[in-house]
């Protein structure tokens, strides 16, 4: 059978069609070297292991954390051949693998973040004390998921819930996430948001801390709370919530009261109420007995000190008396029937009545002496 000759530009488009179809895409593992950005559009790297190294090609749009030399990455991409350049991977996906190149990642990228003020503490929002309506997003068949209704329950059945269901890890859990948060932000009546999952390796928890997560996160309208049960690392999730529990069970119980310990709050403080309201009253009774007590002698003070004083202004005024005067021995002076006053002029030979205490004197004058 003759073989086929191929110029070249028709070899590597018939090569191209047999990798399209024996292979439309491969994954493949390696450590992340060369690695650069283009005019904010491009990325370039090689993907290398300890014998061979391939050439990568993608947008920046497929990265979806901080990336740097030295990472174990995990790219989907596109086998092809570049009429110039050769054989090279267009990116589809790429993902840091192993705990190492995970927290690397998520540290860059927390750097980044920081820089840029998502993590402040005065970005930070008091949550509802307690809510009346939360958003949980969550696997509905995780522990976690079960574990945080069961303490909710118990400390406050009276809350409603609206679970919004996602994958929590694996290569959709990114996507769920950042939609659950948007459509929790869409819908109305939540006055918390809560975002639960349980503890796991940093491949499992990856998802809790990519950009697109942790900005939609920080964007949302909602106050929200986000608890994933691993202590050793915290997700960036976490730093830009508004408020992170440590594992799901404690979100429960950061999020509502207890209602046993409201009800003996509740009775306490009524108790309390009671007996402050009864010594108030008690007090307040003695003030008014004592003020009735003081405002009695006062007023019987006052009344005797204005007897007193009637007393004696009775005493001055019958001082004046006509009758008290002449007890003095004086006397009234009339002319025909009248007194007499400081501006009445006489003549000799009017005739005057002058009134005594016991007598009446009838007079006629004889003479009138000016001073």
């Not at 840029?116 to 005065?122: K, N, Q, Y």
């Not at 118990?154 to 994958?167: F, G, K, M, N, T």
């Not at 997700?235 to 799901?248: C, F, H, K, N, Q």
Request: include cysteine; charged fraction near 25%.
């Amino acid at each position: 059978m003759t073989q086929p000759i191929f110029d070249v530009s028709t070899a590597i488009a018939v090569l191209n069609q047999t990798l399209e179809f024996a292979y439309p895409t491969i994954t493949v593992v390696g450590e992340l070297s060369q690695f650069q950005v283009s005019k904010g559009k491009w990325v370039y790297f090689d993907l290398k292991d300890e014998q061979s190294k391939l050439r990568c090609f993608g947008s920046v749009w497929q990265l979806k954390t901080a990336l740097e030399d030295g990472m174990q990455v995990e790219v989907v991409a596109q086998p092809r051949l570049h009429n110039l350049y050769g054989f090279s991977l267009n990116i589809q996906a790429i993902r840091p693998v192993g705990e190492g190149s995970i927290r690397k990642a998520a540290d860059l990228l927390r750097k980044k973040l920081e820089k840029e003020g998502l993590f402040a503490p005065e970005r930070k929002r008091a949550l509802p004390y307690p809510p009346e309506r939360i958003a949980l997003i969550a696997s509905g068949q995780s522990a976690a998921y079960a574990d945080f209704l069961k303490i909710l329950q118990a400390r406050w059945p009276y809350l409603e819930i609206d679970h919004y269901e996602v994958q929590v890890q694996g290569a959709s859990a990114e996507e769920e996430l950042v939609t659950a948060i948007q459509q929790a932000n869409s819908d109305a009546g939540c006055n918390v948001l809560v975002m639960i999952r349980g503890g796991g390796s940093a491949d499992d928890l990856a998802a809790f801390s990519t950009e697109t997560v942790t900005r939609a996160i920080a964007m949302s309208r909602i106050p929200t709370m986000v608890a994933i049960g691993h202590e050793v690392d915290i997700a960036l999730s976490e730093l830009a919530a508004d408020v992170r529990a440590s594992t799901p069970s404690n979100a429960a119980e950061l999020l509502v009261p207890d209602r046993e310990a409201v009800r003996v709050s509740v009775a306490t403080s009524k108790s309390f109420l009671n007996k402050v309201v009864a010594d108030e009253l008690a007090s307040r009774k003695q003030q008014l007995n004592q003020a009735r007590i003081d405002l009695k002698g006062f007023v019987d003070v006052f009344i005797q000190e204005k007897k007193t004083h009637l007393e004696h202004a009775r005493l001055r005024l019958e001082s004046y008396h006509p009758k008290q005067v002449m007890k003095r021995g004086y006397g009234l002076v009339r002319r025909g029937g009248r007194l007499v006053k400081i501006t009445d002029t006489f003549t000799p030979g009017d005739t005057i009545d002058v009134e005594l205490l016991h007598n009446t004197l009838t007079s006629e004058v004889k003479k009138v002496s000016k001073k």
